[in-house]
């Protein structure tokens, strides 16, 4: 484990803001106890507040839940903060209210990545999954619709006057490349499929909805396809997979700017090393490596993300 950074765990900042106050209440004076350093230090805690992380609302909102609070409990031990996870309702939630100040640290997709950075100046890209690197999406379809599996993206022609959905209308790996995949086939979602496409708003919601009959087909991110198909709850006697796209860069976790004026001066570089000091050296680093499907947190660059951009502003997501 690391050396915290160098601020009083939240624990004891709590403490001393709690004795100051109730010092207050008392009518305490300048010189009484409760009203000097200490009653400094634990004000300017309070004024600091908690480190806030949050994600994309990409999965079922239990399990997110319980990942965040995982890592927030991994980064309250590492950094010494408080740290506290604010759950958003949906993608363009996330990036107004990192834009706003409201969040420090998020766990964002390619694209919702690039509008946060554009939006928010300063903010800076700290670190990526191992799998975030080579990232998929999927392709699937409910067996009744009569498609079969192809080899190519040009095979992704036979999707043509389907019923089809995609996941949130911000996700990259639901969303954004799916559509350029499509494009690429010759389909324009906006007039090639049957009725309008629909938007699920998660990748979980994508397969239940492709699974039901609801819609014929679907795109959705590789890692939920993979994991739902692994534990058994997905029926393959109703829903196939059709095609796996060529790789791109995805996820990764977004710094707010004001990180060092909040909670002191390196303290986005200390973030950003605790985000690679996750390695699954113990048995609670090892669950949280294993809750974000990854093996290891590696470097990340705001250039990993151009192509996302370029195709973000093609296909009008990003302005």
């Not at 915290?4 to 106050?21: E, K, N, T």
């Not at 994600?55 to 590492?78: G, H, N, Q």
């Not at 093996?295 to 093609?314: F, K, L, M, V, Y």
Request: charge should be negative; hydrophobic fraction near 40%; include cysteine.
């Amino acid at each position: 484990m690391r050396t915290p950074h160098r601020r009083l765990p939240w624990s004891v900042a709590g403490l001393g803001l709690a004795v100051a106050l109730m010092a207050s209440a008392c009518g305490s004076t300048p010189e009484s106890p409760g009203s000097g350093a200490s009653g400094a230090t634990a004000a300017a805690e309070q004024e600091a507040g908690p480190l806030r992380i949050s994600a994309i609302p990409d999965m079922d909102p239990s399990d997110l839940a319980e990942r965040e609070e995982a890592m927030s409990s991994y980064l309250a031990e590492e950094l010494g903060v408080e740290v506290e996870y604010v759950p958003v309702s949906d993608y363009a939630a996330s990036v107004s209210l990192f834009g706003t100040g409201d969040l420090d640290l998020v766990f964002y997709g390619g694209l919702t990545g690039v509008q946060a950075r554009l939006r928010t100046e300063g903010a800076e890209v700290l670190a990526q999954r191992d799998i975030d690197e080579r990232f998929r999406s999927v392709f699937i379809a409910h067996r009744d619709a009569g498609l079969a599996p192809v080899d190519d993206v040009a095979g992704l022609a036979e999707l043509a006057d389907t019923r089809f959905t995609f996941g949130s209308e911000s996700s990259t790996s639901g969303r954004l490349m799916p559509s350029y995949f499509l494009d690429q086939a010759g389909v324009d979602p906006a007039a090639d499929l049957e009725g309008e496409p629909g938007f699920s708003g998660s990748h979980d919601l994508t397969i239940d909805l492709v699974e039901s009959g609801s819609y014929e087909a679907g795109a959705l991110n590789e890692q939920v396809w993979r994991s739902r198909t692994e534990s058994g709850t997905v029926d393959t006697e109703a829903v196939q997979e059709i095609f796996t796209t060529p790789e791109y860069a995805d996820y990764h976790w977004i710094g707010s700017p004001a990180l060092d004026e909040r909670l002191g001066d390196g303290f986005t570089a200390d973030l950003r090393q605790a985000l690679l000091d996750l390695d699954g050296s113990d048995p609670e680093e090892e669950s949280l490596l294993e809750a974000y499907g990854a093996e290891s947190i590696i470097p990340a660059d705001a250039s990993d993300h151009e192509r996302i951009e370029e195709i973000g502003r093609t296909l009008g997501l990003i302005r």
